[in-house]
C-alpha cells in the first residue's frame, strides 16, 4: 500500500502541474463523470478504489477511468483519465469534521479539483453530508449539500445536492445535482468489494459504471 500511496501523490502532482482544462460536457463541480467521489465519506486510509464509466451515447465523452486513495482519516485523493478528451482529471477532499454515526452532526467535507464549466478548469467546494440508518439493516438515507466556486477567480457559483436511498445495505438509488445538471443513478452493492452503477446523466444519456474497492474501507462509502 505505501508504494501505491507514492504512485497516487506523484500522479496526482504531474495532473494538477499539467491540467490545462478537465473534461466534461460543461459539468459542475460534482458530476459523477469528472468529479470522482466529489460528494460522500471519505475513503478510509490505505482503500483504493477503482472504477470504469462508459457513456455509449456521450456527446463530449464515452469512456473515463478513475482511482482515488485514502491517505489518512481525514483526506482522499482521486486522479483519473477521460479517453476521448485525452484529459487528466483530479481532485482532493479533507474532512475536518466526521459525521456522528449515532447522532445528527453531519460530515463537513472540503475539497478542490478538476472541473470545465463556463471556462473554469478548477474548483473549490464545501459540502455538509449525512447518512442516517431509518430502520437498521433495511432503509437508510443520505443527504448532501454544499456550495462551490471557480479558482483562482472566484467569478463562478454553484449550488451542490445528493439524495441517497438504500435498501438492504444492497442497492442504492441517488440524485446529484453537479451544479449545472441533474444526474440519476442506482447503484448494485453486487459484492463488499464490486458495485455496478447505472446512471441517467444529464437526464438525456445512459451510462454505466463498475467499480472495484480494496482495503478495510469496504462498501460503505459508496
Same mark, same amino acid.
Given at each position: 500500500? %505505501? ?28 458530476? *459523477? ?24 451515447? #456521450? ?8 482511482? %482515488?486513495?485514502?491517505?489518512?482519516? $481525514?483526506? +482522499?485523493? #482521486? ?16 474532512? *475536518? ?6 447522532? $445528527?452532526? *453531519? ?30 439493516? %433495511? ?9 462551490? =466556486?471557480?479558482? *483562482? +477567480?472566484?467569478?463562478?457559483?454553484? %449550488? ?5 436511498? =438504500? ?10 445535482? +453537479? ?11 453486487? =459484492? ?31
Amino acid at each position: 500500500m %505505501r508504494f501505491q500511496l507514492i504512485l497516487v501523490l506523484a500522479s496526482l502532482f504531474l495532473a494538477v502541474a499539467s491540467v490545462e482544462t478537465a473534461t466534461g460536457q460543461q459539468c459542475g463541480p460534482a458530476c *459523477p463523470v469528472c468529479s470522482g467521489k466529489a460528494v460522500g465519506d471519505l475513503l478510509a486510509p490505505t482503500t483504493l478504489f477503482g472504477s470504469a464509466l462508459y457513456i455509449p451515447d #456521450g456527446e463530449e465523452e464515452t469512456t473515463v477511468f478513475n482511482l %482515488r486513495y485514502g491517505l489518512f482519516s $481525514w483526506m +482522499d485523493a #482521486g486522479i483519473g483519465y477521460a479517453v476521448d478528451a485525452e484529459e487528466i482529471i483530479w481532485s482532493v477532499r479533507f474532512a *475536518p469534521i466526521t459525521q456522528d454515526v449515532e447522532g $445528527w452532526r *453531519p460530515a463537513l467535507i472540503l475539497g478542490t479539483g478538476s472541473v470545465q464549466a463556463r471556462g473554469a478548469d478548477q474548483s473549490a467546494f464545501v459540502v455538509l453530508a449525512k447518512t442516517m440508518e431509518i430502520i437498521e439493516g %433495511r432503509f437508510g438515507v443520505g443527504l448532501a449539500g454544499g456550495y462551490a =466556486t471557480d479558482l *483562482p +477567480d472566484f467569478e463562478e457559483d454553484w %449550488r451542490l445536492g445528493t439524495l441517497t436511498l =438504500t435498501f438492504f445495505d444492497r442497492v442504492s438509488s441517488f440524485y446529484t445535482y +453537479d451544479g449545472i445538471n441533474s444526474h440519476f443513478g442506482l447503484a448494485v452493492f453486487a =459484492t463488499d468489494w464490486l458495485t455496478l452503477t447505472g446512471y441517467y446523466l444529464e437526464f438525456e444519456e445512459p451510462g454505466i459504471m463498475a467499480a472495484a474497492q480494496w482495503g478495510p474501507g469496504g462498501e460503505e462509502d459508496e
